[in-house]
């Protein structure tokens, strides 16, 4: 075992506080990583506070990693030391039920392995801890290659939000000239643009701030629609073919499927802590609507992400942290404080 230094939580009440965690020695297929870089997710805060359902303390959360990697296991092929690296939000999967055969791991129907707060099955039950730490030991099927001449920064978040949003869009087979519609302009939702838009798509961003506006249109929005004005909302009605909704807090889905054409679709994306009002199933039917939902994406399909994102130039808008201020963070970001995404520099732990 290796000894590191890390950011853990003790309580849903404690904050990060520093201190040392253990690290396995790499196996035979194993990549060791000297993470540089580590994005914090809204989820990191639903966790550690328990907001989720009680978490394993004590905790060290991230799961959008980006480093270097330091060593690897005897069998491993792919990888070499010195090349830089990224680790997403599972570090394993069954690898045996027709979700991971077919590559779609997040969907594991055994229960992929989270990067934290998960007993990892194949490694002898311990938790596993995430990316506020100076390295991890991940097996090589769920390491990805960061393409050369990426900010490995500005990189990070992709390993979430960046499939995250991609990922649905994918699956939706958005092409040049479809429309698409974001809900929310934050961590997820930015990316939703500027990927919807690397697709060829014409993008309206729903907001419910006006002083959004000037920030969607410098993202790449075409549109920009206030969704608390009925006016500028029935103006949408019918204009849209996909919807991707990156919010976590409570709202009312209806107005929105009112904005989509004939046989489009809503994907929920954030995950509110309480119950949604009821969709309206007359507007589903009325238009052969589909109401659906994403998480993630598999391991292919984030390289895929990942090398799109490369040749397209689309990385994250982020705000750098040092280890000492991510209690401040993640209270910025409950608050919405945030354009678009923090990343924690892991020299400062």
Not at 113 to 118: A, C, E, K, L, R
Not at 136 to 147: G, K, Q, R, S, T
Not at 195 to 206: H, M, N, Y
Not at 246 to 274: F, K
Request: with cysteine; glycine share 12%; hydrophobic share 40%.
């Amino acid at each position: 075992m290796t000894t590191v230094k890390a950011y853990a939580a003790e309580s849903a009440t404690s904050g990060l506080r520093a201190g040392t965690i253990e690290r396995r020695e790499p196996g035979a297929h194993d990549v060791e990583i000297a993470i540089e870089f580590c994005g914090l997710c809204h989820s990191d805060v639903h966790t550690i506070r328990s907001e989720w359902g009680p978490a394993k303390y004590p905790l060290v959360p991230g799961h959008e990693i980006v480093g270097l990697v330091s060593r690897v296991g005897d069998s491993v092929e792919g990888f070499a030391v010195g090349e830089r690296v990224g680790v997403g939000c599972m570090v394993d999967s069954c690898r045996e039920c027709d979700s991971c055969l077919e590559g779609f791991e997040q969907y594991c129907e055994a229960g992929n392995i989270g990067t934290y707060n998960v007993e990892d099955r194949r490694n002898g039950g311990v938790v596993t801890q995430g990316g506020y730490s100076q390295s991890i030991v991940v097996d090589e099927n769920y390491v990805l290659h960061i393409p050369e001449g990426m900010d490995p920064a500005a990189t990070a978040p992709l390993l979430c939000a960046g499939v995250t949003t991609y990922s649905p869009l994918r699956y939706l087979d958005v092409q040049d000239g479809d429309k698409v519609g974001v809900i929310g302009l934050g961590g997820l939702g930015h990316m939703a643009v500027k990927i919807a838009k690397a697709l060829g798509a014409t993008v309206t961003v729903f907001t419910t701030s006006p002083g959004k506006t000037a920030d969607a249109m410098g993202l790449g929005a075409d549109n920009v629609v206030v969704s608390t004005d009925p006016e500028a909302m029935a103006s949408a009605k019918g204009t849209l073919n996909a919807i991707l909704d990156t919010v976590a807090a409570v709202h009312d889905l209806n107005p929105y499927l009112r904005t989509l054409a004939r046989d489009g679709a809503l994907i929920q994306l954030g995950l509110p802590s309480d119950e949604m009002p009821p969709v309206d199933p007359g507007l589903l039917i009325r238009k052969r609507l589909a109401y659906g939902g994403s998480v993630i994406g598999g391991i292919a399909e984030t390289q895929e992400m990942l090398d799109f994102c490369a040749e397209h130039g689309i990385v994250s808008d982020i705000e750098m942290v040092s280890a000492a201020d991510l209690d401040v963070a993640y209270d910025r970001m409950v608050a919405g404080d945030v354009k678009y995404r923090f990343v924690l520099d892991t020299s400062t732990l």
